[in-house]
């Protein structure tokens, strides 16, 4: 009875690979974000999804592609991983239609690049 | 720019101590101001503001919002052990790219 699930926890991998991380929500929330969570704790937003309908995409290199195949999925691809791209990726759904900001997050996905 | 600055940085305080967590923020489209609370994973909901003044309370913490002068304050009174953690302040925008904007967030440990 998970809100909000991501798999893998964790993920290491070589610079150059190509790797997903996915996201499911059965909250029947509307809309879906991925945030980027850096080493000094700073979480900021890469995307978000409204009704598998792209909304914000926040000047994120073309490497990483979401793909919303329903409302309640949002998988993130990321190609040609950097040694940058380290960081623990949250994902988080919330209901427009409510009016309200709140946001329910995932556990988060830690991904270190070697 | 949306910008959102939490103040102080990190804090260590003795259990039973109270602190005064401080937000500011400058975001077009404002529609709320949220605080939450990260242990080690994801984090989790305290509160959210929408109207100025009036105080939001859960237990030992509580929350206000002052939406003229642009900031929030998060007290955490009688602190305890399990209050260590970082709490981050967002603000909510609204419009067709509703988002939160998250501040760098306060450290806080309590010690024994």
């Known amino acids: 009875d998970t809100a909000v699930s991501q798999t893998p926890k964790y993920l290491v991998t070589q610079m150059g690979n190509d790797k997903s991380i996915k996201c499911e929500q059965n909250l029947g929330h509307d809309t879906m974000y991925w945030y980027k969570q850096d080493s000094k704790k700073f979480l900021k937003i890469m995307f978000s999804y409204n009704n598998k309908e792209l909304i914000i995409n926040e000047t994120v290199p073309n490497r990483f592609s979401p793909k919303s195949p329903d409302k309640a999925h949002l998988n993130l691809h990321i190609n040609s991983l950097e040694l940058g791209d380290s960081a623990v990726y949250f994902c988080?759904?919330?209901?427009?239609?409510?009016?309200?900001?709140?946001?329910?997050f995932g556990p988060g996905t830690r991904l270190t690049v070697l | 720019e949306d910008k959102v600055v939490q103040s102080p940085l990190s804090l260590v305080v003795h259990e039973g101590d109270t602190v005064t967590l401080n937000c500011s923020y400058e975001v077009t489209n404002f529609r709320s101001l949220l605080w939450y609370k990260q242990e080690k994973k994801a984090p989790t909901f305290l509160f959210m503001l929408t109207s100025s003044g009036i105080e939001k309370k859960s237990g030992r913490l509580s929350s206000i919002l002052d939406k003229k002068e642009l900031f929030s304050i998060l007290n955490i009174t009688a602190t305890q052990t399990g209050d260590s953690a970082v709490y981050l302040c967002a603000v909510g925008t609204q419009g067709g790219s509703e988002k939160l904007v998250f501040g760098k967030g306060t450290k806080l440990t309590v010690n024994p």
């Open positions: 988080a759904s919330s209901l427009r239609t409510s009016g309200s900001n709140e946001q329910f």
